[in-house]
């Protein structure tokens, strides 16, 4: 990876290892900071796509031993001898032709249009020319890109259908539903891209209208974007209205079908409760079940009712969903509940955190899991064993709510930050914690306000084994935003004699007088 050389503000030495051909140069970053203009980016395109016709002119076998008479002659003149990856960046560039760079990295750089357009056309020559390398990575562009350049970019890539482009960041570009035409029109056959970014633009639904409209003028009966694996539309403002559209969109005919599931994340988007009908058809789909694997839709306004639809029907293949910051309560958590042993039969890690649950809403969706091992209760085969990692941080759990947590049997990883159960909620978990825990590896008490005793207890009960046959799985504790000092960095000093390899995150000791040691965890 290569990041700039030479004046601070200029590219001219890294656009040269371009242009050379330079086989160790794979990824090019250019930084805001640098001077990238409309001159560099027609370098950069020329050096990557200017594929003329000296090579029928001129025979590739004579060129190559025109190429090794003058290396010969060259050593004799200068008594010397030259790299043999000298020559052959010499023998891969007399074209000006790249073909080492697979990566492009040049946002916040404002381009005209022109320079856009040949951009684009660099990239689709290079694609027509050279399946077998080429650019896959992309992001470009500034903040005032706008329809305008979008469009510009994507016309010079149309003829190619995207190129070989596999991932494209066209995140906050300023792009409206003009712009969302052209990449639908663009992209809606290209068999590369995997990964399409088009957060923080203001494009709503009617941007997602004229995808759609994109998708049904330029794509026959074939899945649309039939490659795509990861579509990011976060902060979009996309309605339910527009989640419709967008729902038609990924899911297209009904006798077709995407062969990999997708990571969608839709989150900051006003979707509401009505929203979520669109998503179900997204994660129920009769015939092969989810076509989303990982679904990212925090703060999406989606309440209890919200919670509810999304309770009903079997989403199978669904592995990993963050519904945080959603308005959810109690009342959605224990629909939720009710669902987990039957509707989410693939679902590895949950993210809920920034609701307000409260204890009776965490402790009736733990009650969903199966229970640990040593707490002699029998574990009900209905109950659900799917789910590993668990994050409840910042939903007001209570202490009831930690210790149904922590009685789970299934999870592997537990949130449990900003809930500030204080020292009565770290005294009543520190029994659980005796000897350490049989299932959980990652374990996060941070920020919850407890004094530095209850700390104590807690430490001194997970360094306290019950017996010699005692096995923990505990391998990281996250203690901090409690009170943290003297007390408590002696009893993680017997902790630590006791299970020298669990990793202890907490706060700077702070003495009694109020100051804090120089060293720090």
């Known amino acids: 990876m290569a990041w700039g050389s030479g004046a601070f503000n200029s590219c001219d030495k890294l656009l040269e290892r371009v242009e050379k051909n330079d086989p160790t140069l794979k990824e090019l970053v250019i930084l805001p900071m640098k001077t990238f203009g409309a001159k560099d980016l027609e ?54 032709v790249n ?18 357009k040949a951009f684009g056309n660099a990239l689709s020559i290079q694609a027509q020319k050279q399946q077998k390398f080429g650019i896959t990575s992309l992001a470009i562009g500034s903040k005032d890109m706008g329809d305008e350049g979008v469009i510009a970019l994507c016309q010079g890539l149309a003829p190619s259908n995207g190129a070989l482009l596999q991932h494209l960041d066209l995140g906050w570009k300023e792009i409206g539903k003009d712009g969302l035409y052209e990449i639908g029109r663009t992209f809606v056959h290209s068999t590369f891209l995997t990964q399409l970014d088009l957060s923080r633009n203001d494009f709503g639904k009617d941007g997602i209208v004229q995808l759609s409209k994109a998708v049904v003028e330029h794509h026959d009966d074939a ?22 559209v967008l729902a038609k969109i990924l899911l297209g005919q009904e006798n077709t079908k995407r062969s990999k599931r997708m990571h969608l994340a839709i989150g900051s988007n006003p979707i509401g409760s009505a929203g979520c009908h669109s998503l179900v058809q997204l994660l129920s789909c009769a015939d092969h079940g989810s076509i989303i694997s990982h679904l990212q839709a925090a703060q999406c ?7 509810g639809i999304l309770s009903n029907g079997c989403h199978q293949h669904v592995e990993i969903m963050d519904i945080s910051d959603n308005n959810i309560t109690k009342d959605g958590a224990k629909k939720f509940a009710q669902s987990l042993s039957h509707s989410w039969p693939d679902l590895v890690e949950l993210k809920i955190a920034k609701n307000e649950l409260g204890s009776d809403g965490v402790s009736a969706m733990l009650a969903s899991l199966v229970t640990r091992s040593d707490t002699g209760e029998s574990t009900d085969s209905e109950k659900n064993s799917t789910l590993k990692n668990l994050d409840l941080s910042y939903t007001n759990c209570g202490a009831e709510g930690a210790k149904a947590a922590l009685a789970s049997g299934g999870l592997h990883t537990l949130r449990l930050f900003g809930n500030t159960i204080g020292s009565d909620g770290f005294d009543a978990i520190a029994p659980l914690l005796q000897g350490g825990h049989p299932n959980i590896e990652n374990l996060d008490l941070g920020g919850n306000n407890a004094e530095e005793e209850s700390v104590v207890r807690l430490l001194d009960s997970i360094a306290d084994k019950k017996d010699d046959s005692t096995h923990s799985r505990l391998v990281v504790l996250e ?23 669990l990793d202890v995150a907490h706060d700077k000791p702070v003495k009694e007088s109020g100051w804090k040691d120089e060293d720090q965890d």
């Open 223 to 244: 899945v649309a974007f039939p490659a795509l694996e990861q579509l990011i539309l976060s902060e979009c403002n996309i309605d339910s209205a527009g989640m419709d």
């Open 43 to 96: 370098r950069l395109s020329n050096a990557i796509g200017e594929l003329d016709e000296q090579v029928d002119v001129f025979p590739l076998r004579w060129r190559y031993i025109s190429c090794i008479v003058q290396y010969y002659v060259f050593c004799w003149m200068l008594n010397c001898l030259i790299c043999p990856m000298q020559l052959t960046m010499y023998l891969t560039t007399e074209n000006g």
């Open 99 to 116: 073909t080492h760079l697979v990566s492009i990295s040049a946002s916040g750089h404002q381009l005209p249009p022109s320079s856009l």
């Open 479 to 501: 203690i901090g935003g409690n009170k943290f000092g003297d007390m408590a960095m002696e009893a993680l000093t017997r902790l630590q004699s006791v299970w020298p390899e």
């Open 301 to 307: 306004s989606i309440g209890d009712e919200g919670v």
